[in-house]
């Protein structure tokens, strides 16, 4: 064999070698899908998320409801009205996700920016603390380091208030009568605290705020409602066991 050949061969093993790695790390670090929202796929690591978040809400209404207490070992995985509170867990933590993705999907038809996984929001993060440590003249708000917590908080809502600037001639229309309705209905709820009640437009403002909002939560009710929502195996095998 010829050493130009020998050197051909070479390369083509190293680079084959190579290949392989990359297949095999993308292979070992994908992402393990529980379900998925109009087609979204939701990352396990998404619902453990928002398991953490949902869980002390969780335990203090199961805790309310059956007089449990939710310190006990084996209080998750025992039977209360027929599901486990492990069960009830997993599913506010979807039903939270599923509302999220909605959201996040309708805003998209509307041009805007926004990333639909968790691993894109947890790379924006990433790549936003080093942009906060890396320091710069840019005035930057809040800790050096943003937890996924803060930002997707944050990431969330600046989403929200985009898409509520687009509904806002059209689902989130208030009318005049809309509000005067509003304002002779609760009357009493406007009261300060010498009785007196504030003329409508004095509250004129409020009401809107309070109209707008109840017609995007009922729209995103309605978004969730018609989802098309996929359950995958893996799904039923999450457990509060796999919270860190």
Known sequence: MTDKRRIIIGVFTAILVVALLLVGAWFFTRPTYVFSVNGVKVEQEELLYMMGECRLSVAYELEERYGVDSGDADFW????????????????????????????????KYDIKVDLTYSAVESARQAENRKRAQGGEEIVYGPDELTYHVFYVGYLSGIQDELKDKLQDTVLAVSDQDITAYYEQNREAFAADDGAIPALEAVREQIQIVLENQRYDAYVQQLTDTAQIEFFSVYDAVSVEHLS
């Not at 039977?79 to 997993?90: D, S």
């Open 77 to 108: 995985e025992r039977e209360f009205g027929g599901e486990t509170p492990n069960e009830v867990l997993r599913r506010a933590a979807a039903e939270a996700i599923i509302a999220d993705k909605v959201q996040l999907l309708e805003a998209k």
